[in-house]
């Protein structure tokens, strides 16, 4: 039976939170919370004046637990009596689970993207990065994600927050696999830009990931890079490659590699994205995938 604050021991400068408030930190409908609460006795612990019912931070750690065991595939029912049964804090990579079937972790992850939970995102992708690789996460995991919450935007309407956050957890995550390379293999790191008025370059981010698993140091210039920027690099880091990303046509000038200066040797040129005309890039490389990024660098290196 709920009892009063001063009973449950709860401190007079804790939060306490409506149905409402607990539904929206959540990510789920408050049906969905009196569902719990009629189904697996995970309600408000307190009653305040009126007969309002008000949740506790307890509670709100106990229903958190139930909604990212479930987002992991933990049947309701399961993890209702593990979240009934938690106290304290709980290390969120504990409830991250092994996915066999990589369409499930991507369920998982779509799930959390519409949750804006962004703890379990991370966990999970930097658990699937440390036991598959940078490429694989990406080409099985990753892209498919980014699929989904756009093609369901495009269907909806609804969710562009989920898709930019969903973006900036991803960079974020890729970032942290780019660390300090001891003892690179290129004497001259390579450049990765998206040219023009580009603004995607979460690409890039995975491109410079999965080169640092191969101990390839990169110069990251990011998204709306210029031409002489782009230039000013090449002239003073001599590298042995130039990776330039464009995903819309507007952005996909030739320039970007006829008019870099001439130095020797010459970097290879690399374009990736939809954005590139093959017709009118008949002397570079261009590159369909992570993959075949990876291939062409790894070989303008001497790997």
Not at 134 to 158: C, D, H, M, R, Y
Not at 223 to 238: D, I, N
Request: proline residues 6%; aromatic residues 4%.
């Amino acid at each position: 039976m709920p009892t009063s604050r001063h009973d449950r021991g709860v401190a007079s400068n804790e939060e306490l939170l409506t149905v409402a408030a607990v539904a929206r930190r959540l990510g789920v409908a408050p049906a969905t919370l009196r569902t719990w609460d009629r189904r697996y006795g995970l309600g408000p612990s307190l009653h305040e004046s009126g007969d309002h019912r008000r949740y506790c931070p307890m509670d709100l750690a106990r229903l958190t637990l139930m909604r990212r065991l479930i987002t992991s595939g933990v049947s309701p029912c399961d993890a209702a009596q593990q979240a009934k049964n938690h106290k304290g804090k709980i290390k969120i990579e504990k409830i991250v689970g092994d996915y066999v079937v990589r369409e499930d972790l991507v369920e998982a992850l779509h799930k959390a993207a519409k949750s804006l939970d962004k703890r379990f995102i991370e966990a999970s992708l930097r658990k699937d990065i440390a036991e598959n690789g940078v490429e694989q996460s990406w080409s099985e995991v990753i892209v498919p994600l980014l699929f989904q919450v756009g093609n369901e935007w495009e269907a909806t309407g609804k969710g562009v927050e989920v898709e930019h956050l969903l973006t900036e957890v991803l960079k974020g995550v890729l970032r942290e696999q780019v660390e300090d390379i001891k003892k690179p293999v290129n004497a001259h790191p390579v450049l990765l830009a998206s040219v023009g008025e580009e603004l995607h370059s979460l690409a890039l981010h995975a491109l410079a990931a999965a080169l640092a698993e191969r101990k390839i140091e990169s110069f990251f210039l990011g998204a709306r890079t210029p031409l002489e920027a782009l230039c000013g690099m090449v002239s003073r880091s001599a590298p042995p490659a130039v990776f330039l990303w464009a995903q819309l046509p507007q952005n996909a000038d030739p320039k970007f590699f006829k008019e870099i200066p001439a130095i020797r040797p010459m970097p290879r040129i690399v374009l990736g994205g939809p954005g590139w005309d093959r017709e009118s890039c008949k002397d570079v490389s261009v590159v369909h995938d992570l993959s075949q990024a990876c291939a062409e660098i790894e070989r303008a290196v001497g790997l």
